[in-house]
């Protein structure tokens, strides 16, 4: 969609928001989002590919059309919040409207709506450098919405704030939106925030979309082993295992040991092959005894996690991690044999070769 | 302790030889100026303190300093203004337009400003006089433009590279065309430094003398440097009193647009822009 300096930030980039959705692109650091933002915004003009609001072309490349962030109709809210230092609160949320030639008592009065909303009104007379992290967010937020925007878009706005105040407005940030009713494009690299905030989320990488869904269809059907490690914390264990049939059974091998279980009749339509088995850390659990089924692991490293635990385990010589909540294992020394049992129903299993493509997975197969 | 005193005694002493290195001359300059000797240089006679000789430059129609005074004013004030107009568009797009050979710019504009003033000065009387400028506020003006626009330049490209991107980003969005984030957010956020550098255009503008020897020919055009340099030729001899009369009052304008900017220039405006 875009070059910069020769590269393609963005390219082959499909994505259709419904009215007042909140959209989430999300995505690790230069994977292109904030470029799809500004393409959005009008910050940058596309080199491909055409950008609609409604009915209405607002940037085509074939076409030559590229309206500016004016015409569109956009407010945008930046990571660094970019607020005017020079101007009070009151100047900085009144700025759009000033610039839009709004009579002076209507400015007034909106600006102290959205002040009231956000409950800034204490601070319109404070100079941006006077206010803390929090309160410089929330002026941000106040001069995109004063006016009434077609499209809300936010670039990482809580990324600069501590993580209990992140929580909070994250909260908030959601009411405001649901209130307003505008169509809200968030950019973030938090999955976190991508999974609590979107209505839905569109993962990139490599300026290329990888899966567009809903939250509980990205964690629950991930489209590829990206998707898979980058939505969910802890991240889901990749293993690479085979998948074979003996005497009719189908089981799933990993090094030498063996996953027999009567759920893996769910993959029977699988050809024999490699593939990598996914598996959530909470889906695997430890058994008392070693038993049929179950897997023999080394445990590396325990990391107390409060209500729970991250057991680093090794695996026939593959890293993966389990989450228990029994209060014994916080006292379990590196070294010591595990007997884990995985919820094969709650397995996924990605090809092994190629774009490492979900192939089967509990939602479409019904084995749970 | 006494290893304190030590540096105390040593700073004291570098700060008073620096102070009294500076201002010495200008003591003897207005000392000069309030003393009614005309032989100031002579050890003969006494020291007496007369406003005399400021009395007469402001008074005598002969010297014409009022008439320099004024030429100069206005010629550093246009000088100034159309400097930094031209400078602050000039660093506007250099920092912000995708524009091919930025660099390029900016470094040619720096080698232009490395020629010897000297070295152009037989060509630039040459060219002013075919255009029958000689001795008007133009053939001062356009020249004193070219010569103090790259280190303007240079001053506010440093100056708008340190406002945040963002900033422009969050006008064009507000609404803004170019030219009123020009206008309403950069020239604001970058007061400081845009008075600074027009401060300091101005003063290059006014202390500026060879330029204004061979280009102005009487008191249409002549400022100040050039007017108080030729005050010694004018009646055969050296009005030692009169100079420095001349030569204090003259510095005048510059305290005083110095004092009136202070606050201005040091307020570091961009403060507060982005996260703390």
New interface residues.
Partial sequence: MSTRGSVFAAQDVHLETRDNEFFVLLGPSGCGKSTVLNLIAGLEKPTGGEIWFDGKLVASADRNVSLNPKERNVAMVFQSYALYPHLSVFDNIAFPLRIGKENESTIRESVNRVASRLSIEHLLNAKPAELSGGQRQRVAIGRAIVRHPAVFLLDEPLSNLDAQLRAATRAELKSLQRELEITTVYVTHDQVEAMSLGNRIALLRDGRVEQIGTAEELYNRPANTFVARFIGSPPMNLLESHFIIENAMPAVVIGEQRVESVESSGFRPLAPDQYILGIRPEHIYIEEHERAGSFKSELLAVEPLGREMLLQVRIENQDATVLTAERKFARATAGAILNLRFNLGEAHLFEKTGAQKRVLSPSNTGIA | MRERKIKLVLVLTGSIFMLLFCLAPFLYMISASLSSNQYFLSTQGFFEITLENYRAILTAPSLHFIDYLRNSLIVSSATAVLTIFVASLAAYCVTRLAMPGKIFILFSVLAVSMFPQISLISYLFKFMAGLGWVNTYAALILPYIAWTLPLSLWILVSYFMQI?Q??D????????SRW?ILR??IF??A?PGIISTTLLAFIFAFNEFMFALMLTTDYHARTIPVGIALFQGLHGQTPWGNIMAASTFSTLPLVILTLVFQRRIIQG????????
């Fill in positions: 945040p963002d900033l980003k969050a006008a064009l969005i507000d609404g803004c009123q309403k957010v604001p956020v007061a405006l961009t403060r507060g822009a982005l996260k703390g």
